[in-house]
Nanobody, 124 residues
Framework: QVQLAESGGGLVQAGGSLRLSCAAS????????MGWFRQTPGKEREFVAG????????QYADSMKGRFTISRDNAKNTVYLQMNNLKPEDTAVYYC?????????????????WGQGTQVTVSS
């Protein structure tokens, strides 16, 4: 199985930027579609962005389009989430996820492997 470890979270003012990283280990990284999800207390974990194994296909939740960018560096076994123009409603724990498949999907239950999460807090 693959192990995932997120980093890069923190406190930022509204309008600011953060870049999250997720380092993968344990199995061949290019076998996995990667995704980012986020969760706030009392709410379901929601899809943020996903990227295909080669990086050629990306998908975003509507509210993140134009502000967030997902990318991956297969040589470094790492996936990134660049977050710009952050808003207080982006405050959440952000999770990296992986699925051994071809298609990028938005459904949480289709991702088998998860990191521990990293907290992002956006102040107004």
């Amino acid at each position: 199985q693959v192990q995932l470890a997120e980093s890069g979270g923190g406190l930022v003012q509204a309008g600011g930027s953060l870049r999250l990283s997720c380092a993968a280990s344990g199995r061949t990284f290019t076998n996995y579609v990667m995704g980012w999800f986020r969760q706030t207390p009392g709410k379901e974990r929601e899809f943020v962005a996903g990227i295909s194994r080669s990086g050629g296909v990306t998908q975003y939740a509507d509210s993140m389009k134009g502000r967030f960018t997902i990318s991956r560096d297969n040589a470094k076994n790492t996936v990134y989430l660049q977050m710009n123009n952050l808003k207080p409603e982006d405050t959440a724990v952000y999770y990296c996820a992986a699925r051994m498949a071809i298609a990028v999907v938005t459904t949480r239950n289709d991702y088998r492997y998860w990191g521990q999460g990293t907290q992002v807090t956006v102040s107004s």
